[in-house]
C-alpha cells in the first residue's frame, strides 16, 4: 500500500472495526511499527507501538498525528469461497483482455508479477535478461528449451549474473 494522509487512514480504520492494522508512520527516521485497531463499541483507536499502548477518542487522535502520513501493511485477505472465485474471474477477464498488466501498473502491486508462460499471478520466481518473469523452473524452460535444470542451478548460483535471477517481490 501507498502512504496515507493520517484522515484517510482512520477512514480505513473504521472501515475494518476490530482488525489490528500494521503500519509505517512518517513521525521519526526511525519508523517503528505502529498498530492500530478502531473500537466500535467505545468510539476510540487503540494506538501500539514500542512497547506504548494509548486509547483516545477521534478528536484526541486527530490533533495529535495531523499531518502525519501512514503506510499500512496489507491486512485484508479473501477467505469466502464465492469472493475468491470471482477474484479468481476477475483476474481470468483481465488476462483474457490484456488488461492485467494494466491493472498491476495502475495499482503499484509491485509485488505482483504474471508468468510469461502459464500467466499466473506470482510473487516470487524467475526474471529473465533483466525483464521476462517465470513462476517456477518449469515454465522458464518451456520457453528456454535450450536450458537445462542443471543450468538453472548454475546461473541461480551465480553472484555476478545481475539478468537471471530467482526472486521474491516485497510490497
Not at 472495526?17 to 473500537?39: C, M, N, Q, S, V
Not at 485484508?76 to 477477464?93: F, G, M, S
Not at 495502475?106 to 525483464?131: P, S, T
Not at 537445462?148 to 548460483?157: A, M
Request: hydrophobic share 30%; aromatic share 12%.
Amino acid at each position: 500500500m501507498d502512504w496515507i494522509d493520517f484522515d484517510d487512514f482512520l477512514d480505513m480504520l473504521k472501515r475494518f472495526p476490530g482488525t489490528e492494522i500494521t503500519a509505517r508512520g512518517d513521525l521519526d527516521d526511525r519508523k517503528p511499527i505502529h498498530r492500530w485497531t478502531y473500537l466500535p463499541d467505545k468510539k476510540r483507536y487503540r494506538h501500539r507501538w514500542n512497547g506504548h499502548i494509548e486509547c483516545a477518542q477521534e478528536a484526541t487522535t486527530l490533533h495529535r498525528y495531523h499531518g502525519t502520513q501512514w503506510n499500512p501493511v496489507p491486512f485484508y485477505h479473501i477467505t469466502d469461497p464465492k469472493q475468491q472465485q470471482l477474484a479468481i474471474r476477475l483476474v481470468e477477464q483481465l488476462t483474457m483482455t490484456g488488461y492485467l498488466d494494466d491493472a498491476i501498473n495502475n495499482c503499484r502491486a509491485a509485488f505482483v508479477r504474471q508468468c510469461g508462460h502459464c500467466h499466473k499471478l506470482m510473487d516470487e520466481g524467475w526474471i529473465y535478461m533483466g525483464c521476462d518473469t517465470f513462476c517456477s523452473d518449469e515454465c522458464f524452460l518451456a520457453v528456454e528449451p535450450d536450458l537445462t535444470p542443471e543450468d538453472l542451478r548454475e546461473i541461480d548460483q551465480d553472484d555476478m549474473n545481475l539478468e537471471t535471477y530467482w526472486t521474491e517481490w516485497e510490497e
